[in-house]
């Protein structure tokens, strides 16, 4: 059997661990290399590869530059946006396959959430309508955790990670003073609340801040809300509030909303900011308390320092996996999962799904780990949690003291 | 001669190492246990302890648990913003020093800024007034790094590496999508720029992200700004642009002022938050480009994980000399400084000033550091603020896997 060579590509936004997941997948062809010849990337995803952008591993990170990645924030090969026409027998599906064949592709991985699953799902039909033998495989990745049919998403614990530690400091910085306040945290996650849900780990104690959380699970009502953050003053000095970006009222209106203009991405997702500064206002404004806002915006997705060891594992883990089924089982448009075995010890096996049954679906915190009138998490998503934020890696350091980073040229 | 105590009390806004200057102070006390009593701290600084709020060393963190304020962000013993009156014929300086009396207190330190200087100044004159021996001593601290007298203050390095991290890492995650982009970043610093200045440092290579640095050194002119930002998307697709949160126009309006209400603190100053998403705003509807703004907010001055060891030592190292300084040599109605004695080999040694010159006055970013009209910054500033920056100190963790932090029993 002659070489068949691998191509990786990396599509929507970017997490702390998924240049970890690249590394795996490329690690791991590399170890194959009686079977595998070139490992390909693209660059921007499908949308770049159909430009003819491409890069080979071997001469972009020869060596031991290949480790970097598993400490480089941001997307290596560069993301995209781009969604597979529905109708299969548009002209990009022969045109990508062509490109495939005519770099000797065997293996085609994707790492990325729901659309790009949705990707993953349309090639992987293609290929099976035109009989082709390229085996494709998604990887996934979100710090949004909203992907079903696995126990969790790699990028999901670093960015729990994140939020856990950083509440827990700006908690101790809420303290320094002896006068009311509330502070309002605003954390990422349009529809589903798992990543705010993450900020209960940042108690240190019972009936420590933050003591109230709100996830978009729940229909927010502002007069409530108000009554609720009046009623933890009466009891405490500083009150700090987690609140998800996505909160919405019973009719589906964000919060957000309320005060400001948004746009839509291609995908039709709301472009969501603003929450946590709204509710500012309105304490401020109603309460007269002193109040202040923090949104956590980017670093929870891009916080070198602040990820996980197991979630950057985990990630290493999935991208070894999905390399090894193809290449050994001949395995094809499944998305790797995690399966969670135990929770004390934490043990994980790597899992297969169906990629057909994963795209375009949203997995939600459970009703019942919601609790407190909806303003506070249960001790069953601690237990799910608390495994996934453990360990911190070492970072290699540059000349200049901050953290070397695998990085492309680019103009 | 009998053992006198010691007081400690901290003052304004925390830093992500005013614990450690705290640890200096009380760790060089217990060292002296020959002629220091006990080690007390003002809990919310002079206005907590006018309220008779203060806590005993020995008992609040015994033995090794002292080693937890190394690790510990906000101010453990809480801050305050009380200003003593001007006259020192006020009351309430014979009742502090009764105070002081009642509690045998031989040393008194202060740890904060400029006002908490004008604080020690005013105790100290108080003092020879009344031909007092209390020794006072201001050991500072600030993240805005404009002290004049002193090289640089703890505080700053850490705040500094902070920046220059993150603003690396917000680089890698603009560099995702090969879309024209703008992203502004927010950087702490009212007045004095050292902070936004410390976003150079994160360049990776000569023409790297943030391609846009702005002080407020400097008037700034919105559309002068639009032009330059429109020349640096010319050449670039993503662009990252830094700004620090006091940047104002040449009649002295903050641009934050052009489009929101603010207030001002009990010292006057004015309460500033959202040129960042001003900026954003403009950008987009002037520029029609994607644009989205990252405000760094407390975290510039409460991460643990990016600690600067440099900063971390050096605030331990001003505490203990200021104790050593009072109990040794006498000296009272000063500031510890530091004084640089080489940049490579960076040493510092620690240096007394004359806190009635410190107080109420700023150190701003010289004009010649300042670059190409106002958007870059020179390598003598890096030169100056990358010895600060480098480290990153052993971070002691719970058995929950995040920090673990010393903390007083609150509400």
């Known amino acids: 059997m002659s070489k068949r060579n691998v191509i990786v590509g990396q599509s929507g936004g970017p997490t702390a661990v998924i240049n970890s997941s690249l590394y795996g997948i490329v690690f ?4 194959h290399y009686d079977k595998i010849g070139k490992t390909y990337g693209m660059i921007n995803g499908i949308e770049g590869f159909l430009e003819g952008r491409y890069l080979d591993f071997a001469e ?21 946006r781009y969604k597979l026409p529905d109708n299969l027998d548009d002209p990009v599906y022969p045109r990508l396959f062509e490109e495939f ?7 085609f991985f994707y790492i990325g959430g729901n659309d790009s699953m949705d990707t993953v799902s349309k090639l992987s039909r293609y290929a099976r309508s035109i009989e082709s033998d ?58 589903a609340g798992w990543l705010t849900a993450a900020s209960v780990l940042a108690r240190k104690y019972v009936g420590d801040n933050p003591l109230l959380i709100y996830l978009p699970e729940v229909d927010f009502d502002t007069e409530h809300f108000l009554k609720q ?22 009719d589906g209106t964000f919060i957000c909303e309320y005060d400001s203009n948004v746009g839509t991405d291609i995908f039709g ?28 915006n980017v670093s929870q997705r891009c916080s070198v320092s602040l990820i996980s060891h197991t979630d950057l594992q985990e990630a290493v883990m999935a991208g070894r996996y999905g390399l090894q089924v193809a290449l050994n089982r001949g395995i094809t448009g499944k998305m790797i999962s995690f399966v969670r075995c135990s929770d004390d010890p934490y043990v994980v ?33 601690i237990t799910y949690a608390l495994p996934l934020i453990q360990g911190a890696p070492l970072i290699p350091m540059g000349e200049d003291g901050l953290p070397a980073f695998a990085d492309r040229k680019r103009k």
Not at 230 to 242: K, P, R, W
Request: with cysteine; proline share 3%; net charge negative.
């Open 269 to 296: 997702h709301k472009m969501l900011a603003g929450c946590g500064r709204y509710l500012e206002n309105l304490v401020r404004d109603r309460l007269h308390v002193k109040a202040r806002s923090v949104e956590l």
């Open 28 to 31: 791991e062809a590399m170890e």
């Open 101 to 107: 064949e005519k770099l000797n592709i065997g293996y």
């Open 229 to 250: 953050v009046e009623a933890a003053l009466a009891e405490n000095i500083n009150v700090v509030v987690c609140v998800s970006e996505g909160i919405h009222d019973k």
């Open 134 to 191: 390229i085996r494709i495989i998604g990887e996934p990745k979100t710090i949004d955790n909203d992907l079903i049919l696995t126990d969790h998403t790699p990028g999901y614990g670093s960015a729990a990670r994140y939020v856990a530690q950083t509440v827990r400091e700006i908690t101790m910085d809420a303290y320094v003073y002896e006068k009311k306040s509330v502070t309002i945290v605003e954390i990422m996650g349009r529809h």
């Open 349 to 381: 096996a790597c899992g297969l799904e169906d990629v057909d049954e994963v795209c375009n679906q949203e997995k939600h915190v459970p009703a019942e780990w919601i609790i407190h009138d909806g303003t506070d998490i249960s001790q069953d998503f």
């Open 60 to 80: 972009s990170l020869p060596g031991g530059n290949l480790e970097f990645l598993k400490s480089t924030p941001g997307a290596y090969l560069g993301s995209c």
